[in-house]
C-alpha cells in the first residue's frame, strides 16, 4: 500500500499553528530586530499564519532568511518549505534541498524527514533511495510517526537498504504505538505472512481489527478474509 504524503501546505499550517496566536507582535519583533533568531522565526511565523498581522508569505520569508542566514536550523526549513510551494518566493526545489540539507545536519527532525522525502521523490536532486533511507531513519530515531513508517517500509520492500522483515516490525510498531493505522495495518501483515515474526492468525486479526476501527479498507478486507 502506497502512503500518500500529506500536503506540503496543510504540514506546514499545523507545524506553525504551535506560534501562539495572542502572544503580542511587538514583543517578538523587538527581539527579532535584535538578532534573536529564534523572535526571527516567530515572526516568520506570525506573518505566515496572520497571527497579530496581515498575513504575508514574502514577509515570512524575509524573517526566516535573517534565521536562517544565522545557521538556525529551524529557519532555515521554514524557508525551505516556503521555497519547495513557491510561497513568498520563487518556486525553487533545489534551493529548498539545500536548507533541507543545512537544518537536517542540525538534527531538526521535521527537516530529516522533507529530506528524506525528497530523495525518495527525486525533487529538485537526485533520486536516491539508499539517502532516502538514511534520512528517514534519522528522524525515526527521533521519534517523527511518518518517518518510523518510511522507513519500515523501506525496509520491508529492501528499497535503499538491505530488505530486513524484522527491522520493518520494529519500525512498524514504533509508528502502530503513535496510532498509525497503516502501521497497523502493515503489522498485521507481516503476523499473516510470517514475514519477521512467527506466523500468527490471531496476531494478524489483532491488528487488522485495530486498523479496521480507524477506517483503515485494506485492514477491513483483510480481517474479513481471515474472519472466514
Not at 499550517?13 to 529564534?38: C, F, H, R, V, Y
Not at 524575509?62 to 519547495?84: I, M, P, R, S, T
Request: proline content about 3%.
Amino acid at each position: 500500500m502506497k502512503r500518500k504524503r500529506a500536503s506540503l501546505i496543510a504540514s506546514v499550517l499545523i507545524l506553525l499553528a504551535s506560534a501562539g496566536a495572542q502572544e503580542d507582535i511587538s514583543t517578538w519583533m523587538n527581539k527579532a530586530k535584535a538578532g534573536d533568531p529564534a523572535a526571527q522565526v516567530k515572526v516568520g511565523q506570525m506573518y505566515a499564519l496572520g497571527q497579530g498581522v496581515g498575513r504575508d508569505s514574502s514577509e515570512a520569508a524575509k524573517w526566516f532568511k535573517k534565521a536562517a542566514d544565522q545557521n538556525y536550523a529551524d529557519g532555515q526549513y521554514h524557508l525551505g518549505v516556503l521555497y519547495e510551494v513557491g510561497r513568498g518566493v520563487p518556486l525553487d526545489p533545489p534551493t529548498a534541498f539545500r536548507l533541507y540539507k543545512l537544518a537536517a545536519r542540525q538534527g531538526h527532525v521535521d527537516a530529516q524527514y522533507d529530506l528524506a522525502v525528497v530523495y525518495e521523490q527525486g525533487r529538485g536532486v537526485a533520486k536516491d533511495d539508499a539517502l532516502a533511507y538514511k534520512w528517514y531513519l534519522e528522524a525515526a530515531k527521533q521519534g517523527k510517526r511518518e518517518a518510523e513508517y518510511k522507513t519500515a517500509e523501506l525496509c520491508e520492500q529492501g528499497r535503499g537498504v538491505q530488505q530486513n522483515y524484522a527491522d520493518a516490525f520494529k519500525w512498524y510498531s514504533a509508528a502502530a504505538a503513535l496510532d498509525d493505522s497503516e502501521a497497523k495495518f502493515k503489522l498485521g501483515h507481516l503476523y499473516e505472512q510470517g514475514l519477521g515474526v512467527p506466523q500468527s492468525n490471531a496476531q494478524a486479526m489483532q491488528w487488522y481489527r485495530q486498523a479496521a476501527q480507524q477506517g483503515n479498507p485494506e485492514a477491513k478486507l483483510a480481517l474479513r478474509a481471515l474472519e472466514k
